[in-house]
């Protein structure tokens, strides 16, 4: 395996939307952090965490009168406050989508799945801005052999709509290629450059499932798929157009 940085091969200039679900915080800091010696541009287009003080190096918050273009990590959004915790949301300033072009990288997540690791779609999602050049949609592949179920699965009803399968059973290499593959599934309403990222695999049969389940791929849903584990910081190139 290389590193993973070296599988998305970022141009000079991208703008980023991460989607899917089981990871997808965890590669906007990575990808930040390792092109930290550039000038970019990190935010949400729904809602994620608070951003920790090690995320960025400068955070802009609503309502905005510039945004500057420096060297380094600069995270941009809205603070909405809930009864359980804050979070930040899209930033409402119409600086926000003029800002792209000053900065080298704009990382933005632009899905959510209540922190489970598989998810249905509704009409309304994923967010993802017209400016986008990279789709990088994340599956895990150690969902295999988890069941289907609400504590497994976000939306679990569009879910069943999109993957022939029935609550209880167990999550197959088969039921991911049709999520992936669905009409409205994962790349529906995907921009640019698609890839689609098999994440925690790491281990020799996490790999291996992940050639398994690209052989099933059409060649015409995706440009690349690589398979890696963020917290590694490791990653292969499993197929690419």
């Known amino acids: 395996m290389e590193s993973l940085i070296n599988c998305f091969a970022l141009k000079k200039h991208e703008v980023i939307s991460i989607i899917g679900s089981g990871g997808k ?35 802009l918050t609503d309502p905005l009168t510039a945004i500057p273009a420096k060297k380094g990590i600069t995270m941009v959004g809205a603070v909405t406050k809930t009864p359980e915790r804050s979070k930040l949301s899209m930033s409402e300033s119409s600086l926000f989508p003029k800002s792209f072009t000053d900065f080298d990288k704009v990382i933005l997540e632009a899905d959510g799945s ?14 993802i801005l017209p400016e986008t050049t990279m789709t990088i949609g994340i599956v895990p592949i ?7 179920a609400e504590e497994t699965i976000h939306r679990l009803n569009l879910y069943l709509k999109m993957v022939k399968a029935e609550k209880g059973e ?15 599934g994962l790349f529906a309403k995907a921009k640019g ?30 440009d690349k798929v690589v398979a890696g584990s963020t917290l590694a910081g490791k990653g292969k190139i499993i197929w690419v157009r």
Do not use: C
Not at 48 to 57: A, S
Not at 114 to 120: A, D, F, M, S, V
């Open 114 to 127: 209540k922190q489970l690791p598989l998810k249905g779609w509704a009409d309304f999602e994923p967010v």
């Open 142 to 148: 150690t969902v295999l052999g988890l069941i289907t």
């Open 193 to 222: 450059e698609k890839i689609l990222y098999l994440n925690h695999a790491d281990k020799k049969e996490e790999l291996s499932a992940a050639k398994r389940l690209t052989e099933k791929l059409s060649d015409t849903v995706v």
């Open 25 to 59: 915080t965890s590669l906007l800091r990575y990808l930040a952090k390792t092109t930290r010696h550039e000038k970019i541009l990190t935010a949400t287009t729904t809602k994620m965490g608070l951003p920790k003080e090690d995320d960025y190096d400068y955070l």
């Open 170 to 184: 167990t999550v197959t290499i088969d039921h991911l290629v049709q999520l992936i593959e669905h009409p409205q």
